[in-house]
């Protein structure tokens, strides 16, 4: 099991950057979940370019699929569908991920096959699924859009080109930092959740949630069995080869129905759950996670609760909470 943390930041000297929280404690080291940094930095030019691009429908070979089709910032980063629909009408083979936060996740896509944003960009424009594309359409078209390109041309001393296209996308998703009432919380303003959503928080360390849901995006940093206490895919059937998870990229045994830990922030946003959309409410997914994962029961009540401390992991300001200081 990988548990190493991609480490996130803008680069040095860049010119956004936002104090996500203006004052509270310091976070206690003894909590599984980090807080959010309380400033980021990033260059609000590559940020304004990567906003217009992530949402170009050019960037698809038909003119009708863009990055946020499938990844909408006003619904948590999500479709809120159980596959994504593509070119043509054509139906994706798995659930799409919430963009929101990426930035701190150690792997994108659900197998973890991509080290970093840069390189999940380019995924969606070559798939025969998604957006059916490759870089000469893409850039032919976007090359005729003048003030695009002179706005490509001030953020990049290259230009449009392929690598400034997926780094600006990138830079883009770096920004989508939701903070949320929990960080206050482990800031130390204990009135910024309630008190069944900490009694909520409590048993879901005490029930070994944290175990994979920890760190700064409350997962995204290690892969893991789907099915550590039991076989869900058999309880499931109708497999399919989204299944094999982390498999399809390694090709080992041991890889088989092995998956990157999806983060929990904005979770009550992003229903349908899991990478097979199976579970259709919080509540839903809760239940799975006990029975599969943990191997165990829990009263009702109990869950009731998690699933109240998991609502205080919706971001106050979704998808725009960043802002240009200069």
């Known amino acids: 099991m990988h548990t190493n943390r991609k480490r996130w930041g803008g680069p040095a ?8 929280w203006a004052g509270g404690g310091a976070a206690s080291a003894a909590e599984p979940i980090e807080p959010l940094p309380l400033r980021i ?7 304004a370019l990567g906003d217009k691009l992530f949402h170009d429908k050019r960037l698809s070979r038909d003119g009708t699929i863009a990055c946020a089709s499938c990844h909408r910032l006003d619904s948590g980063g999500v479709d809120n569908t159980p596959v994504s629909t593509g ?31 840069e390189e999940q960009a380019a995924g969606p424009i070559h798939n025969p699924i998604e957006m059916g594309s490759d870089w000469q359409q893409v850039l032919a078209k976007l090359r005729q859009d003048t003030a695009l390109t002179a706005q490509a041309a001030a953020a990049y001393p290259q230009g449009l080109t392929e690598e ?65 206490m039991g076989d869900y895919f058999a309880k499931r059937g109708g497999p399919t080869e989204a299944d094999l998870g982390r498999f399809n990229v390694t090709g080992l045994e041991a890889d088989k129905h092995v998956f990157k830990v999806p983060s929990l922030r904005n979770v009550a946003l992003t229903a349908p ?12 997914a809760v239940d799975v ?30 998808a725009r909470s960043l802002v240009a200081t200069r």
Request: glycine share 10%; charged share 20%.
């Open 13 to 20: 000297g860049l010119v956004l950057g936002l104090a996500i």
């Open 41 to 47: 930095e990033l260059d609000a030019a590559k940020v």
């Open 87 to 117: 070119i043509d009408g054509a139906k994706g083979s798995i659930n799409a991920p919430t963009v929101l936060n990426s930035g701190f996740n150690f792997r994108q896509f659900w197998d973890g096959r991509a080290r970093s944003l």
């Open 164 to 228: 400034s296209i997926v780094d600006a996308i990138a830079t883009f998703e770096r920004s989508l930092v939701t903070p949320a009432p929990f960080d206050r919380y482990l800031r130390g303003d204990s009135s910024a959740i309630d008190l069944s959503a900490a009694r909520g928080y409590e048993l879901f360390k005490d029930y070994g949630c944290v175990a994979c849901h920890q760190g700064v995006n409350v997962g995204g940093n290690m892969f893991q069995v789907f099915g550590v």
């Open 273 to 284: 759950y899991f990478h097979d959309g199976s579970a259709a409410t919080l509540e839903d």
């Open 289 to 318: 996670m006990f029975r599969y994962q943990l191997g165990r029961s829990a009263p009702a009540e109990d869950k009731a609760l998690i699933v109240e401390f998991l609502h205080t992991l919706t971001g106050d300001e979704q």
